[in-house]
């Protein structure tokens, strides 16, 4: 009988370019001291789970929140560019409105969520799509019936998601995806099951005005 791999799926903790809703993609860019604040909140709530291995994503925000749960058990971190963002092109680094106002056609098709339109320089969503999953898909095989850690990205977790709940890629988003919250998924060979999402009463509390300068 086959056995399912109980994902912990995680967000990277907030950065100063998610405050100011600039798109990262690729750019590596670190947690902000909320950031590291949440990833620690993130790591005592988990403290008891069961985990066999914590995969990640090499760019900085998710590796120090990973390495935040990682150091609680003694683990290592598996990174995986496989688990970055997506690849926006020149899109990186602006704001939604400045994107708006700078390329106001490509702005159009990037909200309709064209699954073939690609920003020059990145990747269209159905290229990010297969290339995520695939990681995630690759690393629950290597762990039947345990628990691993995925920490990775919000349009990662968003993929994660539809892949779950049968959703189109150009659907619109009705779901949450919160930094640093927790999120279940099983695997098994015949894709990924919905446990639960976006938890984040670990984070309760915590706001800016909380984080030593």
């Given at each position: 009988?086959?056995?399912?791999?109980?994902?912990?799926?995680?967000?990277?903790?907030?950065?100063?370019?998610?405050?100011?809703?600039?798109?990262?993609?690729?750019t590596?860019?670190?947690?902000?001291?909320?950031?590291?604040?949440?990833?620690q909140?993130?790591?005592?709530?988990?403290?008891?789970?069961?985990?066999?291995a914590?995969?990640?994503?090499?760019?900085?925000?998710?590796r120090?929140?990973a390495?935040?749960?990682a150091?609680t058990r003694?683990?290592?971190?598996?990174f995986?560019?496989?688990?970055?963002?997506r690849?926006?092109?020149?899109?990186?680094?602006?704001?939604?409105?400045?994107?708006?106002?700078?390329y106001?056609?490509?702005a159009?098709?990037?909200?309709?969520?064209?699954p073939?339109?690609?920003?020059?320089?990145?990747?269209?969503?159905?290229?990010f799509?297969?290339?995520?999953?695939?990681?995630?898909?690759?690393a629950a095989?290597?762990?039947?019936?345990?628990?691993?850690?995925?920490?990775?990205h919000?349009?990662?977790?968003d993929?994660l998601?539809r892949?779950a709940?049968?959703v189109?890629?150009?659907?619109?988003?009705s779901?949450?995806?919160g930094?640093?919250?927790?999120?279940?998924l099983?695997?098994?060979v015949?894709?990924?099951?919905?446990?639960?999402?976006n938890?984040?009463?670990?984070?309760?509390?915590?706001?800016?005005?909380?984080?030593?300068a």
């Open positions: 009988m086959e056995q399912a791999t109980r994902l912990v799926v995680i967000r990277h903790g907030e950065t100063a370019w998610n405050r100011a809703t600039r798109i990262q993609g690729h590596d860019i670190p947690l902000s001291d909320l950031g590291v604040a949440q990833a909140r993130l790591a005592g709530a988990l403290a008891e789970e069961p985990l066999a914590i995969y990640a994503s090499d760019l900085s925000r998710a120090q929140t390495e935040a749960l150091v003694g683990l290592p971190v598996r995986d560019a496989a688990l970055r963002e690849a926006f092109g020149r899109f990186e680094g602006l704001s939604w409105n400045e994107i708006e106002q700078t106001p056609d490509e159009a098709r990037w909200r309709r969520r064209e073939d339109f690609a920003v020059g320089g990145g990747e269209s969503l159905n290229v799509s297969a290339r995520c999953l695939q990681a995630a898909r690759l095989a290597a762990h039947p019936g345990e628990s691993i850690a995925l920490v990775a919000g349009g990662v977790l993929c998601y892949a709940t049968r189109a890629l150009d659907a619109p988003r779901w949450q995806l930094n640093a919250t927790i999120n279940r099983l695997a098994t015949d894709g990924f099951t919905l446990v639960g999402w938890d984040d009463r670990h984070l309760a509390g915590l706001g800016t005005d909380d984080i030593a």
